[in-house]
């Protein structure tokens, strides 16, 4: 599985970015794509994610509201679109994929950290101005 993200870059308060990942060798079978971002001097934390199999979303609550995540299952390809941004969304953004759909639900709809996802992106910055 192989895993790449696009779309990142620098952006004032309040404008909008739209990330991309594109997943290659996941053709079949059902699965999760999530977005995970790391700030300078914080832990790596879920942001969204998007099941394959039902269409079923989640997002943190930091970013309800603001960001919108969709799949084009046909492509391969996961949109994050990202609005209002603020600075503290400055981060580096990590797409993730779970082969077996086994997250995506629930409180807890990510793993701590990313542990248990079963491949990433090299990431993509995102830096928001104040």
């Known amino acids: 599985v192989q895993l790449v993200e696009s779309g990142g870059g620098l952006v004032q308060a309040g404008g909008s970015l739209r990330l991309s990942c594109a997943a290659s060798?996941?053709?079949?079978?059902?699965?999760?794509i999530a977005w995970f971002r790391q700030a300078p001097g914080k832990e790596r934390e879920g942001v969204s994610c998007?099941?394959?199999?039902?269409?079923?979303?989640n997002y943190a609550d930091s970013v309800k509201g603001r960001f919108s995540i969709s799949s084009d299952n046909a492509k391969n390809t996961v949109v994050l679109q990202m609005n209002s941004l603020k600075p503290e969304d400055t981060a580096v953004y990590y797409c993730a994929i779970d082969v077996l759909d086994q997250f995506c639900s629930g409180r807890d709809f990510l793993p701590h950290l990313g542990y248990g996802m079963d491949g990433w992106g090299k990431g993509t910055l995102v830096t928001v101005s104040s």
């Open positions: 060798g996941v053709s079949f079978g059902d699965y999760v």
């Open positions: 998007i099941s394959s199999k039902d269409g079923r979303t």
